[in-house]
């Protein structure tokens, strides 16, 4: 699968660039997947790539397009281009990415239901969404560092996270436990694996982990 840059209307009126993947065979739904801290990266295009061949009209919004528009951390220069991404995503803050969210489910719904998965950054920005963007059909969310700290956010649709027990980033013990407490509905997946085990090419990617967990997410969103 193919994708090409479009442009996306925000909510609050900005317009930023966003990766769009057209549904292989009949249309199951639309998908948004949100991106790591390094930006708009060719994994985080692979990912949408993969939705769309499963059967999904994919968007991946480039979300640090206030402030750096198209910026994407060079695989080479990842560690140190982690200061510059989280910089990013604290400033660009929780309202600007749902309003960023927010345009991209306004355009797929008129097709139909729109699920959201996101990776690192991108699954606690999905978790946000599933609190606060009225009418997602389902949210599945990817190591997302931040969500045990809003554990109790209500949710307004079916949500899974997948969490790697050799993560060295999220203190696992602690956000798992805060998650099922506040959440008990929401099924909590730990894997074999470190933190960014779906990203392909990193130290951390782990196939059998990453296999497993796309199935579960094509799985949630199948039935939502």
Known sequence: MAGDMIRVKSRDGLEFDAYHVKAAGPRKGG??????????SDHIKEMTERFGAAGYEAIAPSMYDRAAPGWIADPKD?????????????????DNAMSDI????????????????GYCYGGTMSWLAAARIDGLAASS???????????DLKLKCPVICHFGAKDAHIPLVGAVDK???????????????????????????????????????LDLFGKA
């Open 31 to 40: 998908v948004i997947v949100i991106q790591e801290i390094f930006g708009l």
């Open 78 to 94: 990842i560690a140190q281009a982690v200061a510059k991404g989280r910089d990013l995503a604290m400033g660009n803050g929780p």
């Open 102 to 117: 927010g345009g991209v489910f306004d355009r797929l719904k008129a097709s139909g239901k729109v699920c959201i998965t």
């Open 141 to 151: 969310c990817y190591y997302g560092g931040n969500i045990a700290q809003m554990a």
């Open 179 to 217: 998650i099922e407490i506040a959440h008990p509905e929401v099924p909590v997946y730990v894997y074999d694996a470190g933190h960014g085990f779906a990203r392909k090419n990193s130290n951390d990617y782990d196939a059998a982990s990453d296999k497993l967990a796309f199935d579960r997410t």
